[in-house]
Every structure is written in structure tokens, then in C-alpha cells.
């Protein structure tokens, strides 16, 4: 049961007792009355933190045996490394876009480039 699609939304739970309090306006109800599917689940439970991929594509895993991967790694931790380098790519891409400006409006456009990459 639940009375919100968005866990982790400000407003929607109330954790000051330690236990997740429902707003006043919000019946309770079953997961099939608040989530349409499965992705639906996944992908609103958590802020859109999470989004469903097909198996081909790069995602973190949230229960795994680690027996099944080489030297009992852990699957996640290649993806976590994957994605920042992709981070450090496009932050590095956009300070060099920053090199046709004078130095200090330069330095501006860098620093509002860099914070446009790192907000995603």
C-alpha cells in the first residue's frame, strides 16, 4: 500500500517520527491503483532517479549475485564508472567550448556550463 506515486518528493512523506507518515489528503491505496505498470513503478518511485533500460544497455542492478560476475564484482560498479566518465567528458567538452571568450566572461560561461552538465 501506498498513497503516493513519488517517495522521495518534498510534501509527500512526513519522516520526522522516524516512520513514513501519508499527507492527510492521501488515502492510502494498492500499488495497482497508483502505478500503472512496472516502469511506471520504477520510474516515478524515486524522483525519476531510476529508469528502466533494455538488458543491452548499461544499468545498475539492484539485487545481483555477485558469484556470477568475474572476481565476484560488483556489476554496478562499472556502470557507476562508466557514467562518470561520461560526466567528465561533457564537462570537459563545455569548458572547451568556453575558449572563443574573453577570460573572464570565459571563466563565467565555463562555471555555468559546468554547473548545466553536473545538474542532470
Known sequence: MT????????????????KNKCPDHKPCKKFS???SSH???CQKIWDG?????ADSEPCFHITFNPENYPNNANPND???RQRALE????????VNQCAQYEPLLSLVAC???LAISFSD
Do not use: H
Not at 532517479?49 to 533500460?53: C, E, I
Open 111 to 113: 562555471l555555468v556550463l
Open 78 to 80: 562499472k556502470v557507476a
Open 87 to 94: 560526466l567528465v567528458k561533457l564537462s570537459t567538452s563545455n
Open 3 to 18: 498513497c503516493v506515486d513519488n517517495w522521495s518528493a518534498k510534501g509527500n512523506f512526513n519522516f520526522s517520527t522516524g
Open 39 to 41: 516502469v511506471d513503478f
Open 33 to 35: 491503483q497508483v502505478y
Open 49 to 53: 532517479s531510476w529508469r528502466v533500460v
